[in-house]
């Protein structure tokens, strides 16, 4: 199919104007994000120490965490062994009694030596925002180091700290492969809805009563190190 441009120069001013706008607008999402980041990603060595971190699901394989998930919690138990935080929010999807993203989180994370008291499930973090929300209205978390992947954090980062959590993010690292692409090629699109979740701040698809596994993982002598 043959394009036609515009005939005449006012035309094509115009036209060259829409196109610079439209692309303005596509990357004002993920500007937003980088903005609300800055200064806020950190690694395992200097992230500040706080009581909680968050450590965001990212699917199942036969009932195992994926491994993208499993260097999530590799580096959240870090945190852990390091005395880094003290407590960790296990956050995903369990929207079916055959697939539970934070029982799978927390058993990865009691074979490799974190306490199961040390650990605290979510089991309706059905997307970044939604985790967020029930992190600061239903689990009571003020501030959290954040874990996740690198192409993935600054998104969690804005819309934790647009939820009421003061946070820091510590990106995982990945090899560039396929995944890796994919992921980061998904960012794109997550920009945009991550943009309009912070602006209208819908409820999350369960919010639920407060709960106190939070403050009492925190209240128990173990927790005070």
């Not at 395992?44 to 009932?63: K, S």
């Not at 999350?204 to 106190?212: A, K, Q």
Request: overall charge positive; some cysteine.
């Amino acid at each position: 199919m043959q394009v036609r441009l515009p005939r005449t120069v006012r035309a094509r001013r115009r036209t060259v104007q829409a196109v610079m706008a439209a692309a303005v607008l596509a990357l004002a999402p993920a500007t937003w994000m980088h903005t609300a980041a800055a200064g806020k990603l950190r690694t395992t060595a200097d992230v500040p120490a706080q009581d909680v971190a968050v450590v965001f699901g990212a699917g199942l394989w036969n009932g195992r965490p994926t491994p993208y998930l499993a260097h999530r919690l590799d580096t959240a138990a870090e945190l852990y062994r390091t005395g880094k935080v003290k407590v960790l929010l296990v956050t995903g999807d369990n929207s079916r009694t055959e697939y539970d993203e934070p029982g799978a989180m927390r058993a990865y994370l009691a074979a490799r030596g974190v306490p199961d008291s040390r650990v605290v499930s979510d089991h309706a973090g059905f997307d970044t925002w939604d985790s967020c929300v029930r992190a600061r209205e239903v689990f009571g978390v003020g501030r959290a180091v954040l874990v996740t992947q690198d192409f993935h954090v600054k998104r969690a980062v804005a819309l934790c700290e647009r939820a009421g959590v003061a946070s820091y993010g510590v990106g995982v690292a990945e090899p560039h492969d396929a995944t890796w692409y994919y992921g980061t090629t998904r960012e794109l699109a997550a920009a945009g809805k991550a943009a309009l979740d912070a602006a209208v701040r819908p409820d999350p698809h369960f919010l639920g009563p407060r709960e106190t596994g939070i403050a009492d993982a925190l209240a128990s002598p173990s927790a005070r190190r």
